[in-house]
């Protein structure tokens, strides 16, 4: 059983920066390759960033440039900087990991992008 909690979320205007964190359970926290999601109204779920336990990294194209991942494995976290946000960030980010093939998820932290 893994558990992830998410943090950082908020109001930001264009143009602006947030960090996102995820703190996980689990002993085998520098094993695990952490992603994060989101999720606008009215659209599927898709994957932002990942980051393997051999710290390489995958980002969407959309935020390719803006975003970047990152771990400490030290403090069993995940965080994600976003940089340059735009409306069109605005959604529900989640925190992710597959473990045993199963799927775990945190809670969810909403990011809006507004002036």
């Known amino acids: 059983q893994v558990q992830l909690v998410e943090s950082g979320g908020g109001l930001v205007q264009p143009g602006g920066s947030l960090r996102l964190s995820c703190v996980a359970s689990?002993?085998?926290?520098?094993?695990?390759?952490m992603a994060w999601y989101r999720q606008a109204p009215g659209e599927q779920r898709e994957l932002v960033a990942s980051?393997?336990?051999?710290?390489?990294?995958e980002y969407a194209d959309v935020v390719k440039g803006r975003f970047t991942i990152g771990r400490d494995n030290a403090k069993n976290m995940a965080y994600l900087q976003m940089n340059d946000l735009k409306p069109e960030d605005t959604a529900v980010y989640f925190c992710?990991?597959?473990?045993?093939?199963?799927?775990?998820w945190g809670q969810g932290t909403q990011v809006t992008v507004s002036s």
């Open positions: 992710n990991t597959n473990w045993t093939r199963v799927d775990y």
């Open positions: 980051i393997t336990s051999f710290k390489i990294k």
């Open positions: 689990g002993k085998f926290f520098t094993l695990y390759t």
